[in-house]
């Protein structure tokens, strides 16, 4: 899978949090060599501004992110570097 279909793919799995900032980053040519980019997983930095986040602890919010994208997880996506908020939340 492409690149840029990955990202399509990460951003409409991700959709039902119902982002109010979704920033997406693939930073896959930082970690040229590394052992995870020969599987051909992708390394992405990712930014969720969601009021589905309210309340909820990083933890939680963490693992609503992951059970989205669960399926890219096995190979698609080797690394997620993840920062989420709440709406409001600096």
Request: a positive charge; aromatic letters at 4%; proline letters at 7%.
């Amino acid at each position: 899978m492409s690149a840029a279909t990955i990202e399509s793919d990460i951003r409409a799995r991700l959709a039902p949090l119902l982002p109010e900032t979704l920033e997406l980053q693939d930073e896959s040519g930082l970690h040229v060599g590394h052992p995870g980019a020969r599987g051909g997983g992708g390394h992405y930095r990712l930014i969720v501004v969601s009021p589905r986040f309210a309340g909820q602890s990083r933890v939680a919010r963490h693992r609503m992110v992951y059970a989205a994208l669960q399926p890219l997880m096995q190979h698609d996506i080797h690394a997620l570097a993840l920062v989420t908020r709440a709406p409001g939340e600096i």
